[in-house]
């Protein structure tokens, strides 16, 4: 009996000795980052920096991999089924959590096969324009679409996406008109597509159009939210044009449900620290980005209130046909 006690309590040991170096050893291969959208676009951007500076800290290699589709929900999909090992982890955006989830795209995809693991940035919505348009502020772009109704062309990224959502919310606001084009995969089409003139205007955020920003190639005229971005102040907020409209995408990091707590708090130390760098810090100064830490004690509760005020907002607004699910 002795024996065999003996054999038990020496057997949890080498178990617990196993996870405990097992813990010690990770990272020991390149862990893969997922983005669910197309490269060059803001997301890419923000997740990209932020993965390089985590990197230092984590003591392996990172590398962004970009599978645009579906909305977020191609990329996404994938990361729900990885191997819950930590070396899967992927971006979250709006749609990821709350277009895709609310349209029921997917019967496979269920948001409780992820582990949230922290929000780092959260972005309103802006409209933009060339540089040579002759909309000065949003008030001349309402009154030429009351003037031309369907005329104006705007661009979007996706159908039944956020930005799809909220040039319907602005519609129904200005009561105006306008044709709807999309863009799917990201800013970037979006970006050729306003440089080109095929559109009037696109709706995104400024982070999303940074360096045309800057260059001066383009311009905001509005932002949803009630406060001036700290980079591009010249750009007017929805509560001083007298908007009610407040809509904008965030950035979530997540990796599969059932990654071992310890690994998860790992990953989570090092996105923090990279976050709150100077090198982040500066960097997202300049390009128009709003740093806004949760970790994973709160994100989820987030997340979870989020999507069911969304969701409600949404469904109100199949009721009085200006959405269609």
């Known amino acids: ?17 196993t996870s405990t170096a097992a813990l010690a050893e990770y990272p020991d291969r390149d862990i893969r980052v997922i983005v669910p959208w197309g490269a060059g676009g803001g997301t890419d951007a923000i997740v990209r920096k932020l993965t390089t500076i985590a990197e230092k800290d984590i003591g392996g290699s990172m590398y ?8 977020s929900a191609t ?21 990821s959590v709350v277009t ?42 309402v009154a030429d679409a009351k003037a031309n109704p369907g005329k104006v062309k705007i661009g979007i990224q996706n159908i039944g996406s956020r930005l799809h959502l909220a040039i319907l919310q602005l519609q129904d606001e200005t009561g105006v008109e306008f044709k709807i084009i ?8 979006q970006k050729e597509a306003i440089l080109s003139n ?19 190639d383009v311009r905001g005229i509005v932002e949803f939210t009630d406060t001036t971005n700290p980079t591009f102040t010249t750009v007017p907020t929805a509560k001083e044009e007298g908007l009610k409209l407040r809509i904008g995408s965030f950035i979530v990091i997540a990796a599969p449900a059932g990654t071992p707590d310890d690994v998860v708090q790992k990953i989570e130390n090092a ?19 709003t740093p806004s830490w949760l970790g994973s004690d709160q994100v989820t509760q987030w997340a979870d209130e989020t999507s069911k005020t969304l969701f409600q907002q949404m469904d109100t607004l199949v009721e009085e046909g200006v959405l269609k699910k």
């Open 1 to 17: 009996m002795y024996r065999k006690f003996a054999a038990i309590l020496a057997a949890a040991c080498v178990g617990i000795f």
């Open 64 to 71: 962004v991999e970009n599978i645009d589709g579906g909305i």
């Open 75 to 95: 990329g996404i999909s994938q990361l729900m089924q990885a191997r819950p090992d930590g070396y899967t982890i992927g971006a979250l955006t709006y749609d």
């Open 100 to 141: 895709i989830p609310w349209q029921g795209m997917l019967p496979t995809y269920k948001m409780d096969k992820l582990k949230l693991i922290a929000r780092v940035t959260s972005e309103p919505d802006a409209i933009i324009v060339d540089a040579t348009s002759p909309y000065k502020t949003i008030g001349d772009l």
């Open 182 to 189: 999309a863009y799917p995969g990201g800013a970037a089409p």
């Open 198 to 216: 095929e559109v009037d205007v696109v709706a995104t955020s400024l982070g999303d159009f940074a360096p045309l920003l800057e260059n001066g």
């Open 271 to 289: 996105y923090k620290k990279a976050l709150e760098s100077d090198e982040f810090q500066q960097w997202t100064a300049k390009v128009g980005v």
